[in-house]
């Protein structure tokens, strides 16, 4: 039971306190807090000299980055940069469809014809001037 208790003593260290509308969040947070739990405990054997608590800082930084990497206002994957920042052939076009703007996200009718995104006036230059 050593090993058992052990592992229970590691996860209840850290437990996240993070509250969830649905029934099923407590069982999602568990589940991440285990597998972290167990990963640190492999990177221990493996001759880790991170605390727990640093391990787990380290594993929160690395997915708040991936998540702020895939959903920040940049470019979809079908557009490439070096067709994005080229600086040539940016002309706007007022649709008839409404939609979201691409960096700010407010409703807009306008286009840029060349990238094929919805991007308001104001926000079409400074969209464009990014690298």
């Known amino acids: ?9 590691y ?5 996240p306190s ?3 509308k649905k029934w099923y969040f407590p069982f999602f947070t568990n ?8 990963a640190w405990r492999v ?3 493996l001759g880790g000299a991170e605390t727990h608590l640093v391990f787990l800082r380290y594993i929160v930084r690395i ?3 991936q998540v702020t990497t895939k959903r920040c206002l940049g470019t979809p994957r079908s557009v490439l940069p070096d067709i994005l920042y080229d600086g040539a052939g940016h002309n706007q076009d007022k649709t008839s469809k409404e939609g979201r703007c691409r960096l700010c996200g ?8 060349k990238c094929n ?4 006036q104001k926000c079409f230059f400074p969209y464009h001037s990014r690298a």
């Open 31 to 38: 589940a991440l807090n285990v597998c972290a739990t167990a």
């Open 63 to 65: 997915l708040l980055k």
């Open 106 to 113: 407010k409703n807009t009718f306008y286009r840029c014809v």
């Open 11 to 15: 996860l209840s260290d850290y437990r």
């Open 1 to 9: 039971m050593g090993g058992v208790d052990l592992f229970g003593r």
């Open 43 to 45: 990177h221990k054997e």
């Open 117 to 120: 995104q919805l991007l308001h």
């Open 18 to 20: 993070i509250r969830g």
